[in-house]
């Protein structure tokens, strides 16, 4: 009856409110997920074509980069948009001012904070079109195994929510989610929570790889599938998943486990196909896969570009995230194109905390993205656990920039306390950029455990 409501009032009433037309472009996607691969790429080109056009007209700032870089506006061809110099994550920031400027005639707008496993933060606007396609896309992949908008979700989820819990938990009740999040993978807590799973009666899991590890390894009751009777599929999102890991939590839930790709700043990016392939949601993004020097044989770095993003350009930005090279055929059909194998994406790294036990690194990554988005002009960072008693952050600022290490220590100590605990001391330190840099050869660097 609750998911009847869902479908039929409550997300429509919400798409209209934030302006964002999923419905229509679920039917496109529908339908554009089995075009021949030269019409994607067609279309493809015409929206990068359109894209270029209307940033250079609307954003000053990307005006000006073209420029500086002697690139025409006019593509005629794809090695034309090849000239277009590769964004880096400490460039977006730059294209805020205009995005702030603008997001007013768009009528709605959301931000997306990233910092992510990359360790160089930055929040990216987006206008209601973009999301809308986000959204309509995670609907129709998620669709490829029987998953509905109005299923009931059970989210095994990092953000720890530093601002916004009563937000997020009347949003959550509201669309039939549950969220289990940090506090909940404490080791005197897993068995209340593995409870709770149960008692919630999920259609589907969707979270990190390693926290739905860690509760299906917890799980020991044999008769899961009587439990879990509606559970259509898990879904793992935010780390790369290995086949190992794949293979025993679909084993222990009776149920297909698949990979979902995306980032912070496109949101989703690919998504697994019952034939165990990885389609890239082609209407949404353009991928490369560019080898810039020190990746391994038969991998290059994704470098990818928002097709719809008309608030902050998103073009030909480097994700950093290592995948092979090879080409994929899929036997489902679908002419959305396939991503290679994925390595180097962060997979269990844990903080430990001797209040706490073991917290995901990225419940701290995300108190820094607040951080960067209360305007701290942190540019780049670093975690690194020395013991079980010290964790050092060190932090790259913006050029021509300074920091009070007191307030950002207060501010972080504050947010961070339900989540890590007593025990564990928190230095801060400022280093340089450049050298930072050098140290990050690939966005998986933002912590490292000496323990
Ligand atoms: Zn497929």
């Known amino acids: 009856m609750y998911k009847k409501l869902l479908e039929k009032i409550i997300y429509p009433f919400m798409y209209f409110v934030r302006r964002e037309r999923v419905s229509t472009f679920v039917k496109l996607y529908e339908e554009s997920q089995w075009n021949s691969i030269n019409i994607?790429?067609?279309?493809?080109?015409?929206?990068i074509k359109e894209l270029i056009q209307y940033h250079a007209i609307n954003s000053k700032t990307y005006s000006q980069f073209l420029i500086k870089n002697g690139v025409s506006t006019n593509l005629s061809t794809i090695a034309d948009f090849e000239k277009i110099p590769i964004m880096e994550k400490s460039d977006v920031n730059n294209f805020l001012v205009d995005a702030?400027?603008?997001?007013?005639?768009?009528?709605?707008?959301?931000?997306r904070l990233t910092g992510g496993s990359s360790g160089v933060p930055a929040v990216v606007f987006v206008d209601p079109e973009c999301s809308a396609r986000s959204l309509a896309a995670r609907i129709v992949c998620q669709g490829w195994h029987g998953v509905k908008p109005s299923d009931r979700q059970i989210r095994l989820w990092g953000r720890?929510?530093?601002?916004?819990?009563?937000k997020a938990f009347l949003k959550d009740l509201l669309l039939n989610r549950i969220r289990l999040n940090s506090q909940s993978f404490e080791e005197i807590k897993i068995n209340k929570t593995i409870k709770k799973l149960i008692k919630s009666k999920p259609d589907y899991i969707y979270g990190y790889a390693s926290l739905i590890q860690l509760v299906s390894d917890k799980i020991n009751d044999k008769n899961l599938k009587q439990i879990f009777k509606n559970i259509k599929c898990v879904i793992s999102t935010s780390e790369t998943m290995s086949i190992k890991q794949q293979k025993a939590i679909s084993e222990k839930f009776k149920c297909p486990v698949v990979d979902e790709y995306g980032c912070s700043e496109v949101d989703i990016i690919?998504?697994?196909?019952?034939?165990?392939?990885?389609?890239?949601?082609?209407?949404?993004?353009f991928i490369e896969i560019i080898r810039f020097g020190d990746e391994p044989d038969g991998y290059g770095q994704v470098v990818i570009t928002d097709l719809n993003n008309k608030l902050m350009p998103m073009i030909r930005y480097r994700l950093g995230d290592l995948v092979s090279v090879e080409k994929i055929k899929c036997s489902c059909g679908r002419g959305w194109p396939c991503l290679g194998r994925i390595i180097g994406r962060s997979q269990g790294q844990y903080i430990f905390s001797p209040g706490k036990g073991m917290v995901h690194s990225q419940y701290v990554v995300y108190i820094i993205e607040e951080l960067v988005f209360k305007g701290f002009p942190i540019e780049i960072f670093k975690i690194i656990q020395s013991d079980n008693y010290n964790l050092k952050i060190i932090l790259g600022l913006k050029e021509g920039t300074d920091l009070d290490l007191g307030e950002v220590s207060t501010y972080f100590k504050n947010e961070s306390k339900h989540v890590l605990g007593e025990g564990l001391i928190c230095n801060f330190e400022i280093a340089s950029v450049d050298t930072m840099r050098k140290d990050l050869k690939n966005k998986f660097c933002h912590f490292e455990s000496q323990i």
Request: charged share 20%; glycine share 6%.
């Open 40 to 47: 994607i790429e067609n279309n493809q080109f015409e929206k």
């Open 100 to 111: 702030k400027k603008n997001y007013s005639s768009f009528g709605s707008y959301t931000v």
């Open 160 to 166: 720890p929510l530093v601002s916004g819990r009563t």
């Open 270 to 285: 690919a998504f697994e196909c019952p034939s165990g392939s990885k389609h890239i949601v082609s209407d949404n993004v």
